[in-house]
């Protein structure tokens, strides 16, 4: 094999062909995508969760990951959040001509490493190659299925007045790590938090119809999230300011850039809406688990100012949180 991509590599030829045999099946092989049909067949057991997300993350490697975990990282939380236990992947990747082909294999060794993790099979896919200059690189899509969990009853409908909202850990780190990144602005050691949230999700979930609803706070931060649990609703949440985790550096650079870590996106952050009687145990169990040692409650379901998001600050004073409503920054996943 070459040492670049080149445009005859997703000409479904030779080369291709040597694409699939030395680096996707060696990473991935499984039953289901070792018969390389144009399709897998899947063993799923009553109702499904199945989600799908594109990835143009810029830059491909960032601190904390690369592009190649957080296409698994995403759509496994996209699952998750849906109360299904992820199963199978597709794994869809578009190559610029040029791509050094020792950064493929580094992605792709970070996909299997966090699928394994995350405990999914990569059953089927697809490549592309793209003139250089028109794909920055690499681009990738990937699909997901999950078996649901039985007698789970999850949405914003179930929220009542004195829910608690938890966050499982400190928020804004991934968009900012990789706005540091990018524009090379700031030396720091903010690294984003991109992971699989299976672990944590388990344990939310085992308080069975005592959680209402929960979601992964990516694009738009944890202010857009909330803003979706009640708009339209009778209830309202007001957030207490100190009681959200936020790191001093991200806190720091944050307000240098004037970015609000709020809104600034997380990779392997829930937040959840649970009833005022679990929630002490809940956090309880989270604190146990590494990645969401850090987990806090933060507010609480309201009728102050029904389909809005409130936050108590410091001094005592009250602001609205809308949905960010401009590009603070583009082509963080």
Request: aromatic share 6%.
């Amino acid at each position: 094999m070459e040492d670049i991509i080149s445009l005859s590599y997703g000409n479904g030829g030779k080369r291709t062909s040597a694409l699939i045999e030395e680096i996707f099946l060696p990473a991935f092989n499984n039953p289901q995508l070792s018969n390389l049909g144009d399709g897998a067949i899947l063993d799923i057991k009553g109702k499904i969760a199945f989600s799908t997300d594109s990835f143009v993350i810029y830059p491909y490697f960032f601190p904390g990951g690369d592009i190649g975990e957080l296409s698994v990282c995403g759509t496994v939380n996209d699952l998750l959040m849906c109360g299904s236990i992820p199963k199978y992947l597709s794994l869809s990747l578009i190559l610029e001509e040029g791509f050094e082909l020792s950064h493929l294999k580094k992605i792709v060794k970070s996909i299997e490493e966090t699928a394994k993790l995350a405990g999914v099979m990569v059953v089927t896919g697809d490549t592309k190659v793209v003139d250089k200059g028109h794909g920055h690189g690499i681009y990738i899509n990937t699909a997901g299925i999950g078996e649901m969990r039985p007698g789970l009853d999850l949405g914003k409908d179930k929220i009542k007045k004195g829910d608690k909202i938890i966050v499982s850990g400190s928020v804004g780190n991934h968009g900012i790590s990789i706005l540091c990144a990018r524009e090379e602005l700031l030396e720091t050691d903010i690294v984003s938090d991109c992971a699989p949230l299976n672990q944590v999700v388990d344990i939310i979930l085992s308080f069975g119809k005592s959680v209402k609803i929960l979601r992964d706070p990516t694009r738009g931060g944890i202010a857009t999230t909330l803003n979706e649990f009640v708009e339209g609703s009778n209830y309202s949440i007001e957030l207490i300011e100190k009681n959200i985790p936020i790191d001093l550096n991200v806190k720091t650079v944050g307000d240098l850039l004037g970015i609000d870590p709020l809104y600034s996106a997380n990779e392997g952050k829930v937040l959840v809406v649970v009833s005022e009687e679990v929630c002490d145990e809940v956090i309880a169990k989270l604190k146990m688990n590494k990645l969401s040692s850090n987990a806090a409650i933060i507010g609480e379901i309201t009728e102050e100012m029904p389909g809005r998001v409130l936050l108590k600050n410091h001094f005592g004073g009250t602001r609205l949180l809308d949905k960010l409503s401009y590009d603070m920054l583009p082509r963080i996943c």
